[in-house]
């Protein structure tokens, strides 16, 4: 058995290193070495902990297409859960020192105080987190993190972007979709109730605010990819920071729109904040964009003169044209963030 030397460096330089033989993925070696990554379904089905291998020789394990394009394939992309080396290998990481957990993902209890429906097949789930070991009380995550979420007595975990931001009354609040026949949608559906507890993982996941200058920042949601949109723009608010800010928000009928009033109130407080909400298949009265969020997104980019950060929520085909049409149009890759919405 080879072991192989990794270095790791993340987006603002700071460097890991330990050491992983052939025959083990490179997520699995980093935890071994009390080095967590961000991450979710640990078998290739999520993209969460994608990184490009700048150096080195490896072997791509088993992957979902949809978690790694080709494009990125090509180019060095890999999938860490799924990756094992060949050799020492240099790793760039698409994120901050931050993101990276020395030790082990935290697993709390929360209690549910508020389920309440805001659209078609779109809940609001507010939790409150129970003191930790050491009495506090507080939500510590960064604006577009993810927390997995348990249900109660079941060895099942779902991952969920946080919609609102850190606090110290250990407030967490999530935008759902129900999926049909899901194992957690049903449960939140049939079974959960305000009062009862459940145990939250996290948080995790690498996605969020990328600070390069004063470049304005367009988000990109597909529907309940608005959670951590919402979550980046609150602390926008809270910061007050200056950058242009342009929210594409769709869905594909008006129906299924929600958050209006968040997003009226946000923009009270981030005044430069423009929402366009678009919908896929409108009514005759609907008088504002008519088209996916990609498409709003594209029509912006060919009158723009300064190219923005992009930053993508939602489910994966949405996250793949906007990335397409980001690109075509010459935004950089490092100002193209994107989340996908996969199923676990
Ligand atoms: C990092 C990350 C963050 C996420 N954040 C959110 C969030 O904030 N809000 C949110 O609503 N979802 C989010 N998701 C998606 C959510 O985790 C999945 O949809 C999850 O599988 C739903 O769990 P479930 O138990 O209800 O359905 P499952 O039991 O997992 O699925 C049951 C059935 O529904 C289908 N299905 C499930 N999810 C999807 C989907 N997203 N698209 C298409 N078909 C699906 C499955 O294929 C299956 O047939 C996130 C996913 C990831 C990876």
Redo the contacts with the bound molecule.
Sequence with gaps: MNNHAIELTTRDGSQFRFNCTDDQNLLAAAADAQIVLPA??GYGN???CYADVTQGDYTLGKHNPAALSLEDKQKGGALLCCTFPQSDLHISLPFDHDRVLIGEIKIRSAEIIAIKTVGEN?LRLELCLAPDENGGNGAEFEPGQ?MELE?PGQD?K??????NTGNWEGKLE???????????????KEQAAVGQMLLVHGP??S?GLYESGLKPRWFVAG???L??MLSMLRRMAEFQEPHPARLYFGVNRAEELFCQAELTALQTELPQLQVIYCLWKPEDNWDEFCGTPVDALTQDLMSTTVMPDIYL?G?PKLIDAAETTARAHGVPDNQILS??????
């Design positions: 979710q379904c999520c993209g969460t779109t993810f249900v099942i779902r991952a969920y972007s946080l919609s999530f935008l759902i979709r129900l999926q049909p026949g899901g194992l957690f949608s049903n449960w939140l995790k996941g996605f529907g309940t990819g959670a951590p929520c489910p989340e996908r919405f996969l199923p676990a």
